[in-house]
């Protein structure tokens, strides 16, 4: 290594350290963070006709119609998330941060048009951009935080830099496209690090729509929400 490179590696870790400086001394910082998602879905059990594209209602071996009985499921998925997040405080803090997200669940659909009922598990996973805007309290290396998380949605085969361009394009259509929910949790910051453990929650439906036939308690519609706890570890850059 030659004295010019010395001098500019000399240089940049100065710069950083300063910044890093001014940056705790204004009470803002910057970092990285990934981890897992356990999540599943909430929904009801209800029964539901099966019709045929006529209209027209399936009907088993012994002439009866064929009813579904779409059952919640306590199975939890594993997902992935990272992104950046910023703190903006000391004692008092707001932290907003941009995550990319894979949660999911499932739920179990029981045929009950043969003798014996046939049970199928609908496995659903999809990955999202997640928003929170999270205020918390910190005392020594402990944390507590909470506040409202906006998810966008990416396409199945929609690329990144794709999904943000399109959010970012039109707000208006973006948060209209928007689910919302919470989280909550706690946090530890040693050193540089940081541990965090999460419970989110939803406010709105993944998914409402109305069933064909009489469902278990007159109730004609079917919502899926999702429920999750986020295990993540960080880095301060600065």
Do not use: H
């Amino acid at each position: 290594m030659n004295i010019l490179t010395k001098v500019a590696c000399t240089c940049l870790l100065s710069i950083l350290a300063l910044t890093s400086v001014q940056a705790q001394k204004k009470g803002f910082a910057f970092g990285i963070k990934g981890g897992v998602n356990l999540s599943r879905l909430t929904m009801g059990d209800v029964f539901t006709t099966r019709y045929d594209d006529n209209g027209n209602p399936y009907l088993g071996y012994d002439g009866k119609e064929v009813k579904d009985n779409l059952k919640e499921s306590f199975n939890t998925r594993t997902g992935a998330v990272g992104g950046v997040w910023m703190r903006f405080g000391r004692t008092v803090f707001i932290q907003p941060e941009v995550l990319v997200s894979t949660k999911g669940g499932s739920f179990k659909i029981i045929q009950t048009n043969e003798e014996q009922p046939i049970e199928k598990t609908v496995n659903i996973k999809y990955s999202n951009i997640d928003v929170p805007l999270l205020i918390g309290l910190k005392g020594g290396p402990f944390r507590i935080l909470a506040g409202p998380i906006a998810s966008f949605r990416i396409g199945d085969n929609q690329r990144l830099r794709d999904a943000f361009k399109y959010y970012t394009s039109d707000l208006n259509s973006a948060m209209s496209q928007a689910t919302f929910g919470y989280q909550l949790g706690a946090g530890l910051d040693l050193g540089n690090f940081s541990l965090d453990v999460r419970k989110e929650g939803s406010f709105t439906n993944l998914a409402s729509f109305q069933v064909d036939g009489q469902p278990i308690g007159g109730d004609a519609s079917l919502k899926q929400k999702i429920s999750s706890w986020q295990v993540t570890l960080g880095l301060k850059l600065f």
